[in-house]
Nanobody, 122 residues
Framework: QVQLVESGGGLVQAGGSQRLSCAAS????????MDWYRQAPGKQREWVAA???????TYVNSVKGRFTISRDNAKNSVYLQMNDLKPEDTGLYFC????????????????WGPGTQVTVSS
């Protein structure tokens, strides 16, 4: 019905940069918030950044000044530009979106992508 697919992960050296992309497709009426989470090995999933339909954005403190989230509403896509990467940024990065599905009124549902691995070597 609705799918989210991430891309752009991989191995990068500390201090380097990477850009993640996430595209939503399917029976989409409206997307409220699109955001990124990450999960390091042995740790709980952590929220990283959010981008709202209004254009406003917000970040977890640990990535402020290094990561930039952006959206392309026409493409139902969200991006995460990650600069000055650190080994502690390593993890599986998930795209999440709150979506109003076609023919479901105003009800919002949560959708997740399968994740893309980011590994930062020291």
């Amino acid at each position: 019905q609705v799918q989210l697919v991430e891309s752009g992960g991989g191995l990068v050296q500390a201090g380097g940069s990477q850009r993640l992309s996430c595209a939503a497709s399917g029976s989409i009426f409206h997307i409220n918030v699109m955001d990124w989470y990450r999960q390091a090995p042995g740790k709980q999933r952590e929220w990283v950044a959010a981008a709202f339909t209004s254009g406003s954005t917000t970040y977890v403190n640990s990535v402020k000044g290094r990561f930039t989230i952006s959206r392309d509403n026409a493409k139902n896509s969200v991006y995460l530009q990650m600069n000055d990467l650190k080994p502690e940024d390593t993890g599986l990065y998930f795209c999440h979106a709150q979506i109003i599905v076609l023919n479901e009124g105003s009800r919002t549902r949560d959708f997740w992508g399968p994740g893309t691995q980011v590994t930062v070597s020291s």
